[in-house]
């Protein structure tokens, strides 16, 4: 005997007038779950009773859906208090780094774009730079950083010494720590600073001057790798 079954056997459900459920949606709720988990128990052959594992099993199923509930229901919570709360929402920004996954800088006559990044630890940093080929240009060694920001400005030199022209390059930023692992961080678009509100967008000011738009933001964090 199943719960399938229990919930679709018209007698059963016709006998048991404190446990019929009402669900013209047909959509199962947890406290629906649970009912007819008790009139599976109630209605058991007695000589075919509910084995161990299959209880197990059931309540293991009860257990899942009250958790995916409860998460659904903080998940709408947070949904509402964003939507009535987006000031002190954005607020939460500030003094964090941000990240919006653009890891190009320009480079022109008069100006190359600063690159920002942020380590969680104290790590040996490389900056290598590639064309628009993807062909790696100049591999910067800025040796062992500590945790925190940093900021770094090419000169625009590839590995020969030579100037670049102007255009847009990518970075890639390798950091090795001390017990031999090693990750690629994401340019960081700087430290929040303050936060303005345009009509409905919500503008990110970092500490760069940069002025980025909440809906760009693809990773935060409080100081570590974003």
Known sequence: MDIQKIASD??????????????????????????????????????????????????????QLEQLMNMSKSMDKLKS???????????????????TGENTIHVTESKIDKVNFALTKEADVVVHISNSKGEDVADIDLGKLGKGAHSFEWNGKNNKGESVPSGAYTVRITA??????????????????SVRFEGDNTILV??????IPLSQVQTVSSGGKT
């Not at 109630?42 to 199923?61: A, G, K, S, V």
């Not at 208090?81 to 990240?99: Q, W």
């Open 10 to 63: 018209a007698n059963i459900a016709e006998s048991m007038s404190s446990d019929k459920v009402e669900n013209p949606k047909a959509v199962l709720s947890k406290y629906d779950f649970l009912k007819l988990l008790v009139a599976q128990l109630r209605y058991q052959d007695p000589l075919h009773p509910l084995n161990n594992d299959q209880f197990i099993q059931e309540n293991t199923m009860f257990s």
């Open 176 to 193: 090795k720590y001390d017990d031999g692992s090693e990750i690629t961080l994401s340019k960081s678009a700087g430290k929040v600073v």
């Open 81 to 99: 208090n964003l939507k009535t709360n987006p000031r002190e929402f954005a607020a939460s920004y500030l003094g964090k780094y941000i990240s």
């Open 206 to 211: 970092t500490d760069s001057g940069k002025q």
